[in-house]
């Protein structure tokens, strides 16, 4: 275990889905110690948008929200002063109320997002409505009173001030795992999410390709030159952090066009609100073309970053040295031409050197001056410049020992880096700086969390003797997944105590869903200490059987189980992908709860689901809880047909494997019963931005093989990052999972039947062909949902559960329920 390192006061930390602090050994900082934030907050007041812009921009997402209540509302932004110097909003009842017609509530805040955030504070602890993301059910409204008769607020109103000043979101790849295909009307509705939650820091990358391009453009590298640095639209995030390039490319002009003129609305929005958007900052990462422009520059060829044989075509790009005139002078071009093109900046940019690249030195000097030069060419586009950087590689890579770590760190002036610790409520930085953690990877789909703590961990940080907090965030590969997590998370930017999560998590269902229905409570109690209360301190990345199909020969398959407080456990641990991983390698999937008792909580959903059956909220957490519960069950079933096959057992080997195959299919007919699980919109979002049928294909190309294989293979080599990304989408399942499993279970039984070894090359050949195959097919699926989640909850309860005992082997499955192979 490397040992672990406190940084000297010198940089803050965000410590992400926790908090962001400033490290310092045996005492307390405060800001005064980095007077550079309080420069850079004065020119956020300064040059930020208007007063009346911002309140234009709360009252436009008030009429996008609640359009029926426009005129139920005041909205006014008023000076920091009156919030004591910080950030805050002002909720009370309006002096002028008079009745229907007439404003009923006044909501005061120092920016258009602090406005927007007590907006959300109202409709939540008032009106018990509900937020989140349309395809995890949108927002539940239907609790809120007709206009002219909403619940009153205490007579001297509720003050909310912000414990700290920043609340940061997104993650570098969010870019491409969640964002690849949104037009301006999907970019509206997030900005309008975001400034419901208070997130006033968020990452702004889209169009970064056509500043790049008039940047290079001036060393004389030509857009041919650029087809070969940039990644396709679904793997931009990638190609930016250096770890590839021209993966799914070339980009067609019309793409870096249109997601320039993106980006500007995105900006123009972010800013209306008085948010804060963080641009990129150069790294060092450039095309091969410049290394042939300029010989005598230095540069540095990096290592091979997944690609199956280190291909060249896509792997192991170059580095300029931080040492070459060239590096300061690229990276102050890079941000006055995004300055020239927006017209305004927030002062923070993001760069993340080596990220999943290890530097081709160790010296610290070497290190040093990387991140020295790096945060000079900010400066010298921008002398206010503050260096945001994810401090995911120092939990990625052992390269980064403490004398390494230090040396970064320590290569900007004091209180002029933000390094991001992500996934803190499971091993914060502000405790031991060897540890960063994400919540989601990949935009996988897994119920899972750590509310307890969510719901201390800022609060315990913000209070700790060595640490000072600027914020906090939530930096998640992809989103739309597990909005309870969100929800509470967010609703951390503004408590100055730890929550009472045994009231929260009592009220939660009855503002998701609209109203209080005891059983749903007593579900998501269930919920809460099972699922949403992972202590192992894992890696939670999906590895489920159906989603990420084991790609080795079955004797090396591990299927000795044992019970312990009801929990199955395998005898492999698990783990998340690492660089380097072998093809022969099996990842048992993740289980740190008792899935008997998450079964009594789906049992809870069906037998009081009629209650609010029309809520689309309620459709998709039942439609994820017998996602989760049947994705752990199919784990089970294929470790039984592994053991059948090892004992030579041909007949309930035969069984059980079309047992497998129909439960596949059935899945994919839940999932179609909502709009959250489909495979259709990320396919028709994606063709939906090309320009004509070359680029459609391209397009949906680079969506399919993002889901699927993700990166290069060959015949027999399946790609090092094959399922990173998988989904339970209704489309995929039954067009592709299921199809590849059956190619499996084909050759356990031709190695029976010819009792002969597994035929793994030839199972390799197989799905490999069948996946490229699906990668570039043109299919069409839906984007609408159909069927009754409900019914069809229910049915497949009966025919997979209710006769199950999934902690006997005798009873993971149920005889006769399956039809003959």
């Not at 749903?520 to 209360?533: E, G, H, P, R, V």
Request: include cysteine; charged fraction near 20%; aromatic fraction near 14%.
């Amino acid at each position: 275990m490397r040992p672990s390192y406190t940084p000297a006061p010198r940089f803050i930390t965000l410590l992400l889905f926790a908090v962001i602090a400033c490290a310092v050994p045996g005492a307390r900082c405060s800001d005064q110690r980095f007077p550079h934030l309080d420069r850079v907050r004065e020119l956020h007041r300064r040059e930020g948008s208007s007063s009346a812009e911002q309140e234009a921009a709360a009252r436009g997402l008030l009429e996008r929200l609640l359009p029926s209540h426009s005129a139920s509302f005041e909205f006014r932004v008023v000076s920091s002063e009156q919030c004591g110097g910080k950030a805050c909003f002002i909720i009370s009842n309006h002096p002028l109320f008079d009745g229907e017609g007439t404003p009923e509530i006044l909501i005061l805040g120092v920016s258009g997002v602090e406005i927007s955030a007590g907006f959300h504070w109202y409709l939540k602890h008032y009106c018990a409505a509900h937020i989140s993301w349309y395809k995890t059910g949108g927002a539940q409204l239907s609790s809120i009173p007709h206009p002219g008769s909403l619940p009153r607020v205490p007579a001297g109103g509720v003050f909310i001030q912000r414990p700290v000043a920043w609340s940061y979101y997104q993650n570098a790849v969010t870019s491409s795992y969640s964002f690849a295909w949104w037009d301006w009307e999907r970019w509206e509705k997030e900005i309008d999410w975001m400034a419901l939650q208070g997130i006033n820091l968020p990452l702004a990358f889209t169009g970064q390709e056509s500043i790049w391009q008039r940047v290079f453009q001036r060393y004389n590298i030509s857009k041919s030159d650029l087809d070969d640095f940039f990644g396709g639209p679904a793997f931009l995030a990638w190609s930016r952090m250096a770890n590839m390039h021209g993966w799914g490319g070339p980009l067609p002009q019309t793409w870096l066009d249109d997601q320039l003129a993106l980006q500007k609305k995105i900006l123009s929005r972010m800013y209306a609100f008085g948010m804060f958007p963080v641009l990129p900052a150069f790294s060092g990462n450039i095309p091969a073309a410049l290394k042939s422009k300029y010989p005598t520059a230095k540069v540095t060829h990096l290592g091979n970053w997944f690609t199956v044989d280190s291909n060249p075509r896509w792997c192991c790009t170059y580095l300029l040295d931080a040492s070459d005139p060239l590096f300061i002078e690229i990276g102050k071009l890079f941000i006055e031409e995004q300055i020239r093109e927006y017209g305004r900046t927030s002062h923070i940019y993001n760069c993340d050197t080596f990220d999943e690249n290890t530097p081709p030195l160790s010296d610290p000097n070497y290190i040093s001056s990387l991140g020295a030069a790096t945060f000079r060419g900010m400066q010298s586009g921008d002398n206010d410049a503050i260096w945001l950087m994810q401090g995911w590689l120092f939990t990625y890579d052992p390269f980064w020992e403490p004398p390494q770590m230090k040396a970064l760190l320590h290569s900007v002036p004091v209180g002029r880096m933000i390094v991001l610790d992500l996934y803190a409520e499971v091993k914060p930085v502000w405790i031991n700086s060897d540890q960063c953690m994400l919540h989601n990877f990949a935009a996988d789909f897994e119920m899972y969390g750590v509310l307890d703590a969510l719901a201390s961990g800022p609060i315990d940080a913000r209070l700790s003797g060595n640490s000072t907090m600027v914020g906090v965030g939530m930096s998640m590969e992809g989103i739309e997944q597990n909005p309870i997590v969100y929800d509470l998370m967010s609703e951390m930017a503004f408590h100055h105590r730890q929550v009472d999560l045994q009231v929260w998590i009592e009220t939660y269902p009855t503002r998701r869903y609209g109203k209080p229905v005891k059983g749903l409570q007593d579900a998501w109690w269930i919920l809460y200490q099972t699922l949403y209360n992972c202590t192992d301190g894992k890696n939670d990345k999906n590895r489920d059987v159906i989603v990420a199909f084991p790609d080795v020969e079955p004797l090396v398959i591990q299927t000795h189980l044992y019970l312990s407080s009801g929990k199955l456990y395998s005898t492999i641990p698990p783990k998340i992908y690492e660089k380097g991983a072998s093809n022969d390698e099996y990842e048992h999937p993740h289980l740190w709860y008792n899935t008997s008792v998450v079964v009594r909580a789906l049992e809870l959903f069906l037998q009081y689901g009629d209650e609010v059956s029309d809520s689309n909220t309620f459709r998709y957490d039942l439609v994820d809880i017998t996602r989760q519960v049947l994705a752990k069950y199919a784990n089970d079933v294929f470790i039984k047909i592994i053991e059948s096959y090892k004992s030579n057992s041909k007949n309930q080997m035969v069984t059980l494997c079309q047992h497998f195959l129909d439960l596949v299919n059935d899945l994919d007919t839940l999932l179609a019963s909502h709009e959250g699980f489909l495979l259709g919109p990320w396919l028709e979002n994606a063709k939906g931005l090309a320009r004509d049928r070359e680029q459609e294909i391209q397009y949906e190309w680079n969506a399919r093989t993002q889901i699927t294989m993700w990166f290069d293979n060959t015949e027999t080599k399946a790609s090092l990052l094959r399922d990173y990304a998988n989904k339970y989408w209704s489309g995929l399942l039954r067009d592709y999972y299921g199809p590849r499993a059956a190619i499996y279970f084909k050759h356990l039984l031709l190695s029976m039947e010819k009792n002969a070894p597994f035929a793994l090359e030839e199972w390799r050949r197989e799905w490999i062909s069948l996946t490229n195959n699906w990668q570039s097919d043109r299919k069409v699926f839906a984007t609408t949902a159909t069927g009754d989640a409900l019914n069809i909850s229910r049915s497949l309860y009966m025919k997979y559960l209710r006769n199950a005992d999934l902690l006997e082997p005798e009873g993971i499955f149920s005889p006769g329920s399956s039809a003959s192979l």
